[in-house]
């Protein structure tokens, strides 16, 4: 398995944007499907953004346009860069990682988690 940290969540206004970190520890990471997830509160956990490790992407259709996944397999490192942030965006953000090859949104597919970090988007 893949550890995972999340970092760079915050409180920003509509409009702004964040970018958020994941740091894996292994020497798979390069192997690894990465994604990011969200769940807000009362709500079930949510696909946003996910990155082969081929470097194919694919978005939810509520962050397509405005938010960006990318890696970098030299600093063992993925990204997501939030634009445009609006307050529906406003929720914890996980980091998942998966040794399987495609495109895979549901958390199921995921065996590494990170803790999350929050994302709040005040109006």
């Known amino acids: 398995q893949v550890q995972l940290v999340e970092s760079g969540g915050g409180l920003v206004q509509a409009g702004g944007s964040l970018r958020l970190s994941c740091a894996a520890s292994?020497?798979?990471?390069?192997?690894?499907?990465m994604a990011w997830f969200r769940q807000a509160p009362g709500k079930e956990r949510e696909f946003v953004a996910v990155i082969t490790w081929s470097g194919i992407t694919y978005y939810a259709d509520s962050v397509k346009g405005r938010f960006t996944i990318s890696r970098d397999n030299a600093k063992n490192t993925v990204y997501l860069q939030m634009n445009s942030l609006k307050p529906e965006d406003t929720a914890v953000y996980y980091c998942?990682?998966?040794?399987?090859?495609?495109?895979?949104?549901?958390?199921?597919?995921?065996?590494?988690w990170g803790q999350g970090t929050q994302v709040t988007v005040s109006s």
């Open positions: 998942a990682a998966t040794p399987k090859g495609g495109i895979y949104m549901k958390p199921l597919e995921y065996g590494s």
């Open positions: 292994g020497r798979t990471f390069s192997d690894n499907g």
